[in-house]
């Protein structure tokens, strides 16, 4: 029900966009996020976004880099990535949870709806 695009190899200083699109329902009640998980690392937190669009919350270490939006009308939700580091290098997950973002939080356990990751590699 995620889908998530928009992954690729570039050089570090660069910059991607992630796009997740939602089909078969809508996610107009949820909190979405993105997530990721590093080669042998469990996966984190990177960011969200809570169903207005109008509250934010960032990892540190994506804080300042990274900007996370949603287009509701189009059931979709975005991560900029600028100023990539080599450390970015992840699969990035798309994620709902139902509800406001204060509740649904960073947990991964909080979100019910899991796209299946497009991958991020940051080279020096």
């Known amino acids: 029900q995620l889908v998530e695009s928009g992954g690729g190899s570039v050089q570090a200083g660069t910059s991607l966009k992630l796009s997740c699109g939602a089909s078969?329902?809508?996610?107009?009640?949820?909190?979405l996020a993105w997530f990721r998980r590093a080669l042998g690392q469990e996966r984190e937190f990177v960011s969200a976004?809570?169903?207005?669009?109008?509250?934010?919350w960032y990892a540190d270490s994506v804080k300042g880099r990274f900007t996370i939006s949603r287009d509701n009308d189009k059931n979709m939700v975005f991560l900029q990535m600028d100023s990539l580091k080599p450390e970015d290098t992840a699969v990035y997950y798309c994620?709902?949870?139902?509800?406001?973002?204060?509740?649904?939080?960073?947990?991964?356990?909080?979100?019910?709806?899991w796209g299946q990751g497009t991958q991020v590699t940051v080279s020096s």
């Open positions: 994620a709902a949870g139902l509800g406001d973002l204060l509740r649904v939080g960073i947990e991964a356990r909080s979100y019910a709806y």
């Open positions: 078969g329902r809508g996610f107009g009640m949820h909190t």
């Open positions: 976004v809570s169903w207005t669009g109008n509250t934010t």
